[in-house]
């Protein structure tokens, strides 16, 4: 295997940071370009990352991260409530919390591999939601969702003498409000440190160690390694990670529903990794950021947009394709989405970054041996 | 960022292409630097523009999406009319009213829509796009309060006027008002309250009563209020079931209601969850039974035409209370019920009615402040007294923005004329009857706020 340098993965680093943190610039043109959607994919980059670090590298699919997500929104929304307006301590008590349930999960789940752990953390999400949603009402409000009140303790704020006003308080970061733009500077660079460590811990010899485990765990057990602990922590620092995007997403809206733990929003993470490229390092946030965009962007398209959007084609042909076209819009944004998965996974299993990498390959004017090198040692690299 | 690599250097293909799209996108930044370099005194100040934006956040899947569709067939009714085109429906009977038909203070409107899937996170989601993105000056919609609720808080905490749709649960004028919400439709409470004298007549002091209800705010609340009222009665409740939102299948609720000894089910049931509960329950031959002596019937305290019309036969003799129903004879109604029809060929639903409504409150309320302020909007709508909108005189509560009007108890017709008239009104319960006290304890433990302009 040719090990990735450190150069290279300093310019990665560098060139990741540089590209989230311009995104209301390069966004612009897409119609994405207003805070909440970028939120959006920080926060979700966080949580495919992390999600990575499990599946990516030891190949154990998790079915079931969106608990750690909602796990970690209800985790910061208490401390919304009951601490400070502070969004740091919110932070750490999401994945403090989130890293608990990771453990108990994993403790359990892990003794099982292949379909059987996926059953398991899908059982185990599907039992978390279903107590989030109708037996915990009293820590979890319900389908309403946990919400700031007017009369929260919010006892630290009350020590520091922050005045209470007859107005929903917001979140801050010593001051600095973290909703709008603001917010997206914190996911942003909340993502970017997330981003570090995801690579810092695929470099390291732990990293190494969980992708033995993916090519071949018995080998890794013949050999004499215990596999478990490795895999364990794993699944509790992928669940962390988790913690802190459902943390971040409480941060930017003081709101924790129960639907953040469906097994639909875990089916999305899943999506989102195998979609940008499983086992890459960026692979993931592409992903998150494509699916959030569709989400967002293509279901707000309605007829009226299309009308404006085919306006210079003849009116026949203009209202054939905006019904056809209105099928894959608005509502049928799913369908869009759909056809773009099966694409990628039949034609680029390895995902959107195996599209980069061929192009990269298409417009290589390097000798042959010398690309080869190059694309197995991106390959290893991402 | 530009430097030259040779052959032997360790960048990858892909770092090159990132390097260079990273340069790109850093050169081409100062010509988005003049963005959101406006400052205004409230948020979304259409300021000069000749346009003004509202959002329309309804479900388009999930169990609510007929009311979700029908809803925004209103709202681009309104907006229609607001902009003097059409027949102006309403804005013709509409007391007092300060509508010009130019628009709202003689800018444009225009509408965004979004999904809010009946899920609070995508509901806040759509409109925080709304907000943040499209600019919206007024966000409206519903379904199910648990959403609404949602919504309501965001528009709060962003300071944007929420003109809540369908939502019938306590909560949202009660434990979770807020100052920038309004609700015109009636609530659980004022269904319990004008449900009673009917019931009673119809089924005496003695029953025993199961109820099924929704899982979530609504349902409780509907519950709860509808309890407090048959127990009043001297009706026994049996058992509450809570079951799923969007179920689908009932028969596991239903079953055991056959030997629970019951003989009223109440189904505390919206939407698509209703026509299939109600569906259920008629097809496993509940209401064929006998049960302690009497006949078995199924209550339905929330009533629509849109659900009647989807449990078809099944809803014949069925009562239930509603906010408005076509059939009404008002000057208002006649005037909404002509003009829907005209535009869609069919009548509008009670969500219809209550968020074509909203709207031209809205842009009243606009009209009469002079701004889109959203404080002076909230000043202009509290206390704020109109008729000729099709439930008769109504006054918007200033304690709870809550608003205060007759409410129509309903039957399932048991000979329908057409596939539209399934509902009769049995009785008009007066205001005086279904009005509370704003510190009522099915209301209490709320605080509207401060209004937020978002400035």
Redesign the interface.
Known sequence: MTRP?A??DW??FI??S??VL?M???L?PF?A?????MQ?FAIFGIFAIGFNLLFGLTGYLSFGHAVFLGVGSYAAVWSFKLLTMNIVPAMIFGIIVSGVFAFLIGFISLRRSGIYFSILTLAFAQMSYNLA??VLTPITN????L?????DARSLDAMAGIEV????P?TTLFGIKT???PGFYICAVVLIIAFFIAMRITRSPFGTMLRAIKSNQTRMSYTGFNTRPYLLWAFVISGMYAGLAGSLMAVT???A?A??MQWTASGEVVLMTILGGAGTLIGPFIGAVFIKYF??IF??F?EQILHRFFDALPDGLENVLVSVTSLFV??GWHLTLGLMFMIVVIFLPGGIMEG??RI??L??R?PEK?VAK??E??GA?? | MSKKTG?TS??????V???S??TA??S??PM?FS??AYGADFLNNPGDASTVTLGFNVP??GAYADEGADELRAYKLAVKHLNGEGDGGMMNTMQPSELKGNGILGKKVEY????TQT????A???A??MI??DKAVMITGGSS??VA??VQ??C???GIIFMAGLTHSN?TTGK?KK?NGFRHFFNAYMSGAALGPVLEKAYGNERNAYHLTA???WGYTTHDSVKNTTEGLGWNTAQNV?T??GAGDFSQYITPVLNSGADTLILNHYGKDMINSLTQAVQFGLRDKQVNGKDFVVIVPLYSRLMAQGAGDAVKGIYGSTNWHWSLQDEGSQAFVKSFGQEYGFPPSQAAHTCYVQTLLYADACERAGTFEPCEVVKSLEGHKFDGMGNGPTEYRAEDHQCFKDVLVVRGAENPTSQFDLLEVVEVTPRAQVEYAPDHEMFA?G?L??C?NGA
């Open positions: 340098t150069m290279g310019i990665l060139c990741f540089v590209v311009a209301p610039f390069w612009a119609g370009d207003y805070p909440d959607l959006k949603y109708s319900g389908e309403t969702g919400q700031l009140t007017l009369q006003t007859r107005s929903l917001s909703s709008g733009l809206d003081p709101l529903g639907e953040r989400e967002n279901s707000s309605n608005g509502e980069v990498r990269g390959k417009f290589s390097k010398v190059a694309v040692a991106s690299q991402s | 052959p360790d960048w990858s293909r892909r770092d292409l990132k390097a799209a990273a996108a850093i081409g930044a988005f963005r959101n388009q899947s965004v829509t979004g999904d899920k609070s996170d995508a806040r989601a759509s925080k796009r943040e993105k309060s648990g609720i949602a808080g965001l709060q905490e962003a909560d979770d100052a899982d979530y705010t809570l799923p939102v433990g605080d706020g401060t937020n």
